[in-house]
């Protein structure tokens, strides 16, 4: 892999702290982005512990379920139940990494490293590619956390490799490999973000090691009906359905402009509430810097400019699979 360029990495480093002067990504046409009302940067951090303990209250219920039920219908109801709240609670996660949630740093990795943890998605390295997404969306140095294989989307088995995305487990097994020997990630060139990405594997390794082996003593199957089974059957593939509007299909490789290679999709409130605003992508794209509580009003000053609005999400996952909506290389 072709190590990035140092100084380019510098003056990026300096601007992904999800502050005003942000670093943004290329946009077409007048760019008024720097003089966004100052109000759209205010900051609700009991807004957003208000949908992180709805979550984890949510996730407590369908594991007290399983816990004291034991039934087999309850316990599929929980587990779907308990999964998809795994991966909502990524979605929250993606607020943190922007320090969108709240005013320290230090409590924005720490929920955010809880939101993260059922799946193992590490906050500082999703933090860390994910800053780097926005900054260079619309140039072929792009590339995403979670980056999905979108080819052959047309056929159901094609959809469900792509949503069940087995290879990204791979690149978590890598990474708790280098952590328990104490490497650094060598695709990570800013240090400091390499050494937390590195302790947030080994605490994922070690919870790992205790619940296998507290599973093993006691022959009990809980974590595998708490744990693996709804992080591997159901929040990975409901991940993957709140991600692929995002940019499928849109040329996000070598079209420098914000405002057409992002998609909003037009959602009722639980897709709004399940996406924790995901579904107004190209507000969030075309400043990052605003966190998510201001989002849907960004989004009102800049409707009339945006190229690609769904009309639901339905409608778009019926065209994807229908063919109508397809990866295209555009490299």
Not at 113 to 121: E, I
Not at 205 to 215: G, L, Q, R, Y
Request: aromatic letters at 12%; one cysteine or more.
């Amino acid at each position: 892999m072709k190590k990035p360029d140092t100084a380019v990495h510098d003056t990026i480093d300096d601007h992904l702290d999800g502050a005003e002067d942000v670093l943004l990504a290329p946009i077409q046409g007048p760019d008024s982005r720097r003089q966004l009302p100052t109000e759209l940067f205010a900051k609700r951090p009991w807004r957003f512990t208000m949908k992180f303990l709805m979550a984890f209250l949510i996730v407590a219920a369908t594991w007290t379920v399983v816990i004291t039920t034991q039934q087999w219908w309850t316990t599929v109801v929980s587990v779907i139940a308990m999964g998809m709240m795994y991966a909502h609670l990524v979605t929250l996660q993606h607020e943190c990494l922007h320090e969108h949630a709240y005013r320290r740093r230090w409590v924005n990795r720490l929920v955010g490293f809880m939101c993260g943890l059922f799946v193992l998605s590490s906050y500082s390295h999703f933090k860390y590619e994910h800053l780097r997404h926005h900054a260079f969306l619309g140039t072929p140095k792009n590339q995403e956390f979670f980056n999905y294989r979108f080819n052959d989307l047309g056929t159901p088995l094609g959809f469900a490799l792509c949503a069940f995305h087995p290879g990204r487990y791979l690149n978590v097994a890598k990474g708790l490999g280098r952590s328990v020997i104490w490497q650094l990630d060598p695709s990570v060139t800013k240090i400091r973000s390499a050494k937390k990405i590195r302790t947030e594997y080994a605490t994922f390794a070690v919870i790992i090691i205790a619940t296998t082996m507290i599973s093993i003593a006691t022959a009990s199957p809980l974590a595998l009906l708490l744990w693996a089974l709804p992080a591997l059957l159901i929040a990975e593939p409901a991940h993957f359905l709140i991600e692929l509007p995002e940019h499928f299909g849109l040329n996000s490789q070598t079209d420098p402009d914000v405002l057409s290679n992002t998609r909003t999709v037009r959602a009722g409130w639980f897709g709004k509430w399940y996406t924790n605003g995901n579904d107004l992508h190209t507000a969030h794209h075309y400043h990052q810097g605003v966190p998510m509580v201001n989002v849907p009003e960004l989004h009102e000053m800049i409707e009339n400019r945006i190229v690609t609005i769904e009309s639901s999400y339905f409608s778009f996952y019926r065209d994807v699979i229908k063919g109508r909506i397809r990866h295209q290389d555009f490299s």
